[in-house]
């Protein structure tokens, strides 16, 4: 059975950090590309960080500098670092598996408040 599983989301100050997790089963983590999306209240889906099967990264203007994706293979399990968190980082995180298919996770809340 295929599977993302997304945690770490929380409740975190400004400026504060969380690390997301996701670790996938049922198929072969490796040989697919890992992106990491966001959706906050009343808004679309969008692109936070990729990660490719090679290492190659790339981040939305919105998080680079303040986020870091990073994968462990060997652990099916793919990472995203956030630090100096926003207020307008609050939204559900969710993490996306894509080769010839596209999987996706349930999700992980995160809020940024004082």
């Known amino acids: 059975q295929v599977q993302l599983v997304e945690s770490g989301g929380g409740l975190v100050q400004p400026g504060g950090s969380l690390r997301l997790s996701c670790a996938a089963s049922?198929?072969?983590?490796?040989?697919?590309?890992m992106n990491w999306y966001r959706q906050a209240p009343g808004k679309e889906r969008e692109f936070v960080a990729r990660?490719?099967?090679?290492?190659?990264?790339r981040y939305a203007d919105s998080v680079k500098g303040r986020f870091t994706i990073s994968r462990d293979n060997a652990k099916n399990t793919g990472y995203l670092q956030m630090n100096s968190l926003k207020f307008e980082d609050t939204a559900v995180y969710y993490c996306?598996?894509?080769?010839?298919?596209?999987?996706w996770g349930q999700g992980t809340q995160v809020t940024v408040s004082s």
């Open positions: 996306n598996a894509v080769n010839i298919v596209d999987y």
């Open positions: 049922g198929f072969t983590f490796s040989s697919y590309v």
């Open positions: 990660i490719s099967r090679s290492g190659i990264i």
